[in-house]
Antibody
Framework: DVQLVQSGAEVKKPGESLRISCEVSGYRLNKLWINWVRRMPGRGLELVGKIDPSDSYTNYNPSFEGHVSISVDTSINTAYLQWSSLKASDTAIYYC????????????WGQGTLVTVSS | SYVLTQPPSVSVAPGKTARITCGGNNIGSKSVHWYQQTAGQAPILVISYDSDRPSGIPERFSGSNSGDTATLTVSRVEAGDEADYYCQIWDTTSDRVFGGGTRLTVL
């Protein structure tokens, strides 16, 4: 079975940097696409972006492009979502979700990482 | 960009049938996937490719897609079905791949 295990909750201040992770087990990371999905308090799901670990090709939602960075380390079967300068509006739960190909359903989900940004 | 429109809420009594719609221009020409997110949990895929049910999803969950509307139907609704439901497509012209979500309340 494919399992996605995310890193733990984070509390940060505005302007700080952060990297959260998503470790894939039960399948080779480079055989999956990894998506990052945001759920802000009281809001619905939003796609942040996705990455093809086989060549590190990334595709970002324009609303997030330039503010976040998605990467992978295939040697440890782990994907990352990173911010260089957090804002209070980044406060949300972030999920990683895996699919077989770029346009297939999001079959596998991580448990979510709560990111709280507050001064 | 392509927009998916869902009703914010649907309420249904236990044992009855809930229908959650997802509207979009000629959505019947696209593949629609549905996700269930219960409180405090990660989303799970409940319907893929309009009407396919992944392994482990009860037969009470079904889907259809035609014209401008895709529909998720939950038959014989149970208290445990209370959740937020999202439709989703992949469309290269849109950055909004998810509908706004529908809160299903079991009365």
């Amino acid at each position: 079975d494919v399992q996605l295990v995310q890193s733990g909750a984070e509390v940060k201040k505005p302007g700080e940097s952060l990297r959260i992770s998503c470790e894939v087990s039960g399948y080779r990371l480079n055989k999956l696409w990894i998506n990052w999905v945001r759920r802000m308090p009281g809001r619905g799901l939003e796609l942040v972006g996705k990455i093809d670990p086989s060549d590190s090709y990334t595709n970002y939602n324009p609303s997030f492009e330039g503010h976040v960075s998605i990467s992978v380390d295939t040697s440890i079967n782990t994907a990352y979502l990173q911010w260089s300068s957090l804002k209070a509006s980044d406060t949300a739960i972030y999920y990683c979700a895996a699919q077989d190909m770029a346009t297939t359903p999001l079959e596998y989900w991580g448990q979510g990482t709560l990111v709280t940004v507050s001064s | 960009s392509y927009v998916l429109t869902q009703p914010p809420s649907v309420s249904v009594a236990p044992g009855k049938t809930a229908r959650i719609t997802c509207g979009g221009n000629n959505i019947g020409s696209k593949s629609v996937h549905w996700y269930q997110q219960t409180a405090g949990q990660a989303p799970i895929l409940v319907i893929s490719y309009d009407s396919d049910r992944p392994s482990g999803i009860p037969e009470r969950f079904s889907g259809s897609n035609s014209g401008d509307t895709a529909t998720l139907t939950v038959s014989r609704v149970e208290a445990g079905d209370e959740a937020d439901y999202y439709c989703q497509i992949w469309d290269t012209t849109s950055d909004r791949v998810f509908g706004g979500g529908t809160r299903l309340t079991v009365l």
